[in-house]
T-cell receptor
Framework: DGGITQSPKYLFRKEGQNVTLSCEQN?????MYWYRQDPGQGLRLIYY???????QKGDIAEGYSVSREKKESFPLTVTSAQKNPTAFYLC??????????????FGSGTQLSVL | DQQVKQNSPSLSVQEGRISILNCDYT??????FLWYKKYPAEGPTFLIS?????DKNEDGRFTVFLNKSAKHLSLHIVPSQPGDSAVYFC????????????FGKGTTLSVSS
């Protein structure tokens, strides 16, 4: 069954701690994305990657880091520099930026909360 | 500066009636538009899309209309069903390499029976 998997579903972070959210896809998609959802804020782009070993900052990249060592995986690290990390994090993938193929497939999300 | 705006945070409709969700955009480079539906604590799911070369796209109960001159699109759901109750996000993208979808803030649709 092809899909995009995020783990864990719920994550708690202590002050000053880095945490990493996992995102894996077996759709053979080239592009992967991280969005953050806050109440009343919609989905805001954190980072995205169009190809392995390359990624770009989105609108709210400060306090976050990513890596794209494998096509299937795009982990997001929420660093201690992110002062307001509590949010619902969504990972997505797509076949790429070819016209007509921009449709994103989303994972089920990770709810991050600060203790 | 918001490039994709959904100015109505919520919409309430009776079952069987039409739901109209609106979306405005400011970036004239956007040429591909999508609507996503999202239930609480789940990822959004793709609903329907439209390219800028069209002004209407229909899929079952869902129709998206695009008015390029007004930079406005709308999603019509007819007839509305209680299961349609969810948050609907409008998203847009420019046909340029290296860009990503930009989402609006969403509209919460409540369909009562």
């Amino acid at each position: 069954d092809g899909g995009i998997t995020q783990s864990p579903k719920y994550l708690f972070r202590k002050e000053g701690q880095n945490v990493t959210l996992s995102c894996e896809q077996n759709l053979n998609h080239d592009a992967m994305y991280w969005y953050r959802q806050d109440p009343g804020q919609g989905l805001r782009l954190i980072y995205y990657s169009q190809i392995v070993n390359d990624f770009q900052k989105g609108d709210i990249a400060e306090g976050y880091s990513v890596s794209r060592e494998k096509k299937e995986s795009f982990p997001l690290t929420v660093t201690s520099a992110q002062k307001n990390p509590t949010a619902f994090y969504l990972c997505a993938s797509s076949m790429g930026d070819t016209p007509g193929l921009e449709k994103l497939f989303f994972g089920s999300g990770t709810q991050l909360s600060v203790l | 500066d918001q490039q994709v705006k959904q100015n109505s945070p919520s919409l309430s409709v009776q079952e069987g009636r039409i739901s109209i969700l609106n979306c405005d955009y400011t970036n004239s480079m956007f040429d591909y538009f999508l609507w996503y539906k999202k239930y609480p604590a789940e990822g959004p799911t793709f609903l329907i899309s439209i390219s800028s070369i069209k002004d209407k796209n229909e899929d079952g109960r869902f129709t998206v209309f695009l008015n390029k001159s007004a930079k406005h699109l709308s999603l019509h759901i007819v007839p509305s069903q209680p299961g349609d109750s969810a948050v609907y996000f409008c998203a847009a993208m420019a046909n340029q390499a290296g860009t990503a979808l930009i989402f609006g803030k969403g509209t919460t649709l409540s369909v009562s029976s």
